[in-house]
């Protein structure tokens, strides 16, 4: 499915296995990134849409909607490294258009944080994370932006803010690489 993490890729795998509680099995490595390949509201059909466009690091949706790919990183606490999800990000027309502009430009990183609506739809989440409000801050070049979801109570804005165990990644990968039937 596009745009959902349920149909996922594997960016990062950190060399630690895992006993899956779904499935039973060892697996070898223990995935720290996961991404969308394209926003929730991307459909086939718009492949041959003149207006549409899917790239691996921008997408337009019938020349109105605009979504920029991002990191939304989370600090794992007992670990060396961070998790991160692969999302889309919405933005503005003008916000997209000097993401854009800024793209190749040595410096971009100091420009002030475009608000955008999360557009991915992480089903490891008990409640939906489509449209959660966000801030996306651009990094130097040849670095995707990443994003901070607004402080709320969200389960993702909390695990943002406070960090997450390598046990919630474990059970992250169990509930996306070997969901129950």
């Known amino acids: 499915m596009l745009g959902s993490i349920s149909g996922c890729t594997v960016s990062s795998v950190i060399d630690q ?62 670990a060396d490294a961070d998790f991160e999800w692969g999302v889309w990000v919405s933005l503005s027309g003008t916000n997209f258009s000097r993401m854009l502009d800024l793209w190749t430009a040595p410096g971009r990183e100091q420009e002030p944080a475009y608000f955008g609506w999360l557009s991915t739809e992480l089903t490891a989440y008990p409640i939906e994370t ?21 402080p709320t109570d969200h389960p993702l804005a909390v695990e943002q803010r406070s960090g997450i165990s390598v046990k919630r990644v474990q059970e992250i990968a169990e509930l996306l690489l070997h969901p129950e039937n």
Do not use: M
């Open 17 to 78: 296995g895992f006993v899956c509680h779904n499935c039973g099995q060892r697996h070898e490595g223990l995935p720290f990134s996961y991404g969308a390949p394209a926003p929730a509201y991307w459909r086939d059909d718009l492949n041959s849409d003149e207006r549409s466009v899917l790239e691996d690091e921008i997408c337009i949706i019938q020349a109105q909607h605009y979504f920029v790919r991002a990191r939304l990183v989370i600090p794992v606490l007992d």
């Open 130 to 150: 489509l449209n959660l409000k966000t801030e996306v801050h651009t990094e130097q070049v040849g670095t995707r932006p990443h994003i901070v979801i607004e």
